[in-house]
């Protein structure tokens, strides 16, 4: 047991970082970014959907390099490029170095979470392994929670601050070296090449890239949001981040909610609290509305990526990193559209225009079943 609760400390710290530091926080930073580097709205989008792209590039690999190299080595690898990345942040003199070096970190969230369930599946008993990669995925909130208080503490100064995440990644990769075991399989099994795409694959595929590109709106663009609609500097923002992650620990349960709603009821209702969150912090007029809005998204999103973590590796269960990798990879995909289509809609059109869109997108997805009328959680 205590080798069970060391991976799920270690893979928790592990998300936090890569997930909450080197992907989710420079939306939380932009607005500084913004005044040091001068970056226009489109601008920062497209730098922002860099993040989601650098994810994208490396889950596509992540799976076969776990199942070739072991989940130990691609965990350290993770950590390490996630301080590399989020170092060239910290030092970006320019526009084009910051992109480089946003893309860089997050190619470390995209190697993450793929040894992750790896290693899950390697040493947790199955009875428990959905509530363990829930409870692991749910560290983004942990790192989203924790860069606010920085953000807080340092005020203006978001290169310190980066170069904060960095010192703490580092510690992450001395403690993936140690916790997380070797999973490295048989050439043979290695090379089973691509999963069967199947029903569930496929929906799946189509409901997590709409939910990703919806939630750009928030992730990319939430504290010019309340910047502009509130007035909202730092530390206003810091607040709306806070609220976001400690409501995103909620996500920790999705495998306990798929069990008790089914599949399909869960991502609707999720779905659901998604859209309104993105129009109650987008047009929120007053800081309740905002916050309430905050706490939505936060519980909604973390739960959603939760359910499909635990929809892709149930429907790949002999292979559950490139189960992951299918659903994880369409969110980022979504999300790698999405920041750029959302910063081009608010400067052309209107911010009014692009946070109604979507929230509709959100809706959207919750047109895509499950193959199966049976809970997915084992």
């Known amino acids: 047991?205590?080798?069970?609760?060391?991976?799920?400390?270690?893979?928790?710290?592990?998300?936090?970082?890569?997930?909450?530091?080197?992907?989710?926080?420079?939306?939380?930073?932009?607005?500084?970014?913004?005044?040091?580097?001068?970056l226009a709205d489109a601008v920062g989008g497209l730098i922002a959907g860099g993040s989601f792209l650098g994810y994208c590039l490396a889950i596509v690999v992540a799976a076969q390099l776990t199942e070739r190299m072991g989940a130990r080595a691609v965990a350290v690898v993770a950590a390490l490029i996630a301080a590399l990345g989020m170092l060239g942040i910290a030092l970006?003199?320019?526009?084009?170095?910051?992109?480089?070096?946003?893309?860089?970190?997050?190619?470390?969230?995209?190697?993450?979470?793929?040894p992750m369930a790896a290693a899950v599946a390697a040493i947790v008993q199955p009875e428990r392994q959905d509530a363990s990669n829930t409870l692991i995925n749910a560290g983004t909130s942990a790192g989203v929670i924790l860069?606010?208080?920085?953000?807080?503490?340092?005020?203006?100064?978001?290169?310190?601050?980066?170069?904060?995440?960095?010192?703490?990644?580092?510690?992450l990769?001395?403690?993936?070296?140690?916790?997380?075991?070797?999973?490295?399989?048989?050439r043979r099994q290695a090379d089973a090449g691509r999963p069967p795409f199947s029903t569930a694959l496929r929906r799946l595929v189509v409901a997590s890239l709409l939910m990703g590109a919806a939630s750009t709106a928030l992730w990319s663009f939430g504290s010019q949001i309340v910047s502009l609609r509130l007035g909202w500097e730092g530390a206003g923002a810091g607040l709306l981040w806070v609220v976001i992650g400690v409501a995103g620990i909620a996500g920790a349960g999705a495998g306990s909610l798929i069990a008790k709603l089914g599949v399909d009821r869960a991502h609707r209702a999720c779905l659901g609290a998604l859209a309104l969150a993105i129009v109650l912090v987008g047009i929120g007029s007053t800081p309740i509305m905002v916050l309430v809005g905050g706490a939505l998204f936060g519980a909604a999103y973390i739960t959603l990526s939760g359910l499909y973590l635990v929809w892709g590796v149930s429907a790949l269960p002999e292979r559950p990193a490139t189960g992951l990798t299918v659903a994880f990879l369409s969110i980022a995909v979504g999300q790698t559209l999405g920041a750029p289509v959302f910063g081009g809609?608010?400067?052309?059109?209107?911010?009014?225009?692009?946070?109604?869109?979507?929230?509709?997108?959100?809706l959207t997805a919750g047109t895509m079943r499950s193959s199966s009328t049976v809970a997915l959680a084992r």
Do not use: K
């Open 92 to 114: 970006a003199p320019s526009a084009a170095w910051l992109a480089a070096a946003v893309l860089l970190a997050g190619v470390s969230t995209g190697l993450a979470s793929p």
């Open 1 to 38: 047991m205590s080798r069970e609760f060391s991976l799920g400390a270690t893979g928790f710290g592990l998300i936090a970082v890569c997930y909450g530091f080197a992907r989710f926080a420079f939306g939380l930073f932009l607005p500084q970014i913004d005044a040091d580097l001068a």
């Open 147 to 171: 860069s606010a208080p920085v953000a807080l503490m340092i005020g203006g100064e978001w290169r310190l601050a980066y170069g904060v995440f960095a010192a703490a990644a580092c510690v």
């Open 345 to 362: 809609l608010a400067s052309w059109l209107s911010m009014d225009y692009a946070i109604a869109l979507f929230a509709l997108l959100a």
């Open 173 to 186: 990769a001395v403690l993936a070296a140690r916790h997380v075991p070797n999973t490295a399989c048989s």
